[in-house]
């Protein structure tokens, strides 16, 4: 059985004491990963943050998975800075790279700078350009709502993705992104999702590790 996993989406945190707040959920069979939603205002219309914050991350916390979403145009040239920040696993979008020859040539350099490599598709993207790296990367993330803000819906219809990417790959991590909560992580779960990331429904509940608990249980029920 594949490892479940819940990365708490930082955006969804209050940024005056983020590391206070990340320590909240970190640690002790609860979460290992943190999951970074880097915005450029260009690929996405919002703007979030970048390596500085990547970088303190790292300092305050040796341990823990920087599970780093670039959703940026031009990834490529993020590689080292995010290797340097001391990201985990570095995920780009399908979307925002010219082939699926070019997005070899990036999950290269990224395993090359020592991070773990993703790829992303938004919900309206269909798999088979994702799919045929699913053999070289470590993670595909299926987006669950449109990439830009926390605080979305889960979008079911997306499951389908997930569900096919699955049957062919029962090792792949396959994370899901937005909108997921006890209510829809059960939908996910049973499409084949066995990485959660959860922003609002984590760090807007009153007892975050029951959340992250429920979450996990969901998961390896
Ligand atoms: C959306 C981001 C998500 C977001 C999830 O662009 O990629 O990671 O933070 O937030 P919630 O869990 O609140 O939908
Ligand atoms: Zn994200």
């Known amino acids: 059985q594949l490892r479940a996993v819940v990365s708490p ?6 940024f005056t004491r983020l590391g206070d707040e990340c320590a909240t959920v970190l640690g002790d069979g609860h979460a290992e990963w943190l999951h970074c939603d880097v915005m450029d205002g260009a690929f996405v219309p919002n ?7 990547i970088s303190s991350l790292r300092k305050r916390f040796p341990d823990a998975f920087l599970d780093c979403h670039l959703m940026v145009e031009n990834p490529g040239k993020w590689v080292e800075p995010l290797a340097k920040a001391g990201g985990s696993l570095m995920t780009f979008h399908i979307e925002a790279v010219e082939s699926v020859d070019a997005a070899r040539v990036l999950v290269d350099a990224i395993h090359d700078a020592g991070m773990a490599a993703g790829v992303a598709v938004k919900p309206g993207t269909e ?14 993330l299926i987006m669950t709502v449109e990439p830009g803000f926390g605080g979305q819906s889960f979008m079911p219809e997306t499951m389908t993705k997930v569900e096919t990417l699955r049957a062919s790959h029962p090792q792949l991590f396959i994370q899901v992104d937005g909108g997921l909560s006890p209510k829809t992580v059960d939908t996910a779960a049973a499409a084949g999702a066995n990485v959660i990331v959860a922003g609002s429904a984590v760090f807007k509940a009153d007892d975050r590790l029951a959340v992250i608990d429920a979450l996990l249980g969901s998961v390896s029920a």
């Open 9 to 14: 989406s930082i955006l969804a945190a209050d």
């Open 47 to 53: 703007i979030s943050f970048g390596f500085p914050i």
């Open 127 to 140: 798999l088979a350009a994702a799919g045929d790296l699913a053999d070289v990367v470590d993670m595909v």
